[in-house]
C-alpha cells in the first residue's frame, strides 16, 4: 500500500465517522487517481498535502457522544431550539411578503405548539407553500399542518395529538 491508498483510507474512514458528507469522498476520489509514469525527475517524488478533514456531526443528544471523542473535537457549536416567540418570528420570516396567506392562518398556533428548528421552519413553510401552488390558493392552516406532518416524519417524530391541537383531524 503506497501512500495514495493510505491517505484514500484516511478519507473514507473520515467519511464514515463523519456520516452524511460525501464530498468528502469525492475529494478523496479527485486527489488519490491513479499515479501516472513520472516525465521528469521533479514528479518522481510529488509534493504529497495532507488536508485536515472538516467533519459535521448533527446528534440529538449531546450526551450519546463519548467524553473520549469530545476531547478530540476543535469546536463544539450548540443551536438551542429557537423559544416561542423566535419561533413566531421565523414562522412570518420563512413565509415572506409575497406568499399569499389565508384568514385561518395561525403563527401563533405554530409558534407555541411546534417546537422547531428555524431549519426545519423554512422546510414546513416551503412544503406549505408548494402545497398551496398545487392547488393554485394560499398558503393556510390545512397546508401548514400537511407540512408539519410530513417534517415531522422526515424527523422520526410521533404525532401528538396534544400538539396538533384542534388541527389533529387535518392530519389523522
Same mark, same amino acid.
Given at each position: 500500500?503506497?501512500l495514495?491508498?493510505a ?5 473514507a474512514?473520515?467519511?464514515?465517522t ?5 464530498s ?9 487517481r ?16 495532507l488536508l485536515?478533514?472538516l467533519c459535521g ?10 467524553d473520549a471523542f469530545?476531547?478530540r473535537?476543535?469546536a $463544539?457549536?450548540?443551536?438551542p ?5 423566535l419561533? /413566531?418570528? *421565523?414562522?412570518d420570516?420563512?413565509l =415572506? &411578503? ?8 395561525d403563527?401563533?398556533f405554530?409558534?407555541q405548539?411546534?417546537?422547531?428548528s428555524g431549519g426545519?421552519i423554512?422546510?414546513?413553510?416551503v412544503t406549505?407553500?408548494?402545497l398551496?401552488a398545487?392547488?393554485a390558493?394560499?398558503?393556510g392552516?390545512?397546508?401548514? $399542518?400537511t407540512a408539519v406532518?410530513r417534517?415531522y416524519r422526515?424527523l422520526g /417524530?410521533l *404525532?401528538?395529538?396534544?400538539?396538533? =391541537? &384542534? ?6
Open positions: 500500500m503506497y495514495g491508498y491517505l484514500l483510507f484516511i478519507a474512514v473520515g467519511l464514515v463523519c456520516t452524511g458528507f460525501l468528502l469522498l469525492l475529494v478523496a476520489s479527485s486527489r488519490f491513479r499515479r501516472r509514469v513520472p516525465a521528469i525527475s521533479a514528479d518522481r517524488f510529488p509534493a504529497v498535502t485536515k478533514p456531526m448533527e446528534p440529538n443528544l449531546r450526551a450519546n457522544i463519548d469530545t476531547r473535537l476543535d $463544539i457549536v450548540d443551536f431550539v429557537p423559544d416561542p416567540d419561533r /413566531r418570528t *421565523l414562522w420570516q420563512c =415572506g &411578503p409575497h406568499v399569499p396567506r389565508s384568514e385561518d392562518l403563527l401563533d405554530c409558534a405548539a411546534f417546537e422547531f426545519a423554512r422546510s414546513v413553510v406549505a407553500a408548494y398551496a398545487d392547488k390558493g394560499p398558503v392552516m390545512a397546508e401548514l $399542518i406532518q417534517e422526515k /417524530r *404525532l401528538l395529538e396534544r400538539e396538533f =391541537g &384542534p388541527y389533529y383531524k387535518l392530519v389523522c
